[in-house]
């Protein structure tokens, strides 16, 4: 990766989900099903140490299209995609908790979720906000998206970043 990102024509995005859980984990998870899918502990260990690398060419890139649960409970082919849009950036951070240590990992992590792309997209600075705190919250089972019931990625567990 980091000799094609030298064409300049090439920018990696990092899926939160893929930062957290590997194939194993996810094995028999139905809301955790995604495309591309899961790969072993190594390659989720080096997508997480190419973050902490800081290269411009790496961002983040939240799965924020929601699928009804009756499309990822079914027999045959579901529908893939770990839905984590509600919870996104405290994912990041339980993925992501120690860079969050130092000023100088804080900065890795707001490049990684906010400045490299919009530096790629020529955006403007952010004119809002979000802070995180180090508090558990719980992923809630489901969320109603019009007349669809959203099962999210890890529903029920817990993760230790919460917005303030």
Known sequence: WEEWAKT???FVTITAHHL????TGAYGDVGAVCKPSYKGEVDRRALNDLVRKDHSWVMAGGDDAPHDKKAKHRIGPC???AYTAPFLMQLYAHALDDLLATPEGVKVFVNFTSNN?????GQMAPTRYIDL???PVIIPESYQIGSW?????WAG???RYSLY
Do not use: H, Q
């Open 8 to 10: 300049g024509r090439f």
């Open 117 to 121: 792309a919009r530096k790629l997209y």
């Open 20 to 23: 957290v859980e590997n194939e």
């Open 79 to 81: 529908a893939c995609g």
């Open 157 to 159: 567990r817990e993760i």
């Open 133 to 135: 705190v180090k508090r």
């Open 149 to 153: 019931e959203v099962e999210p990625f």
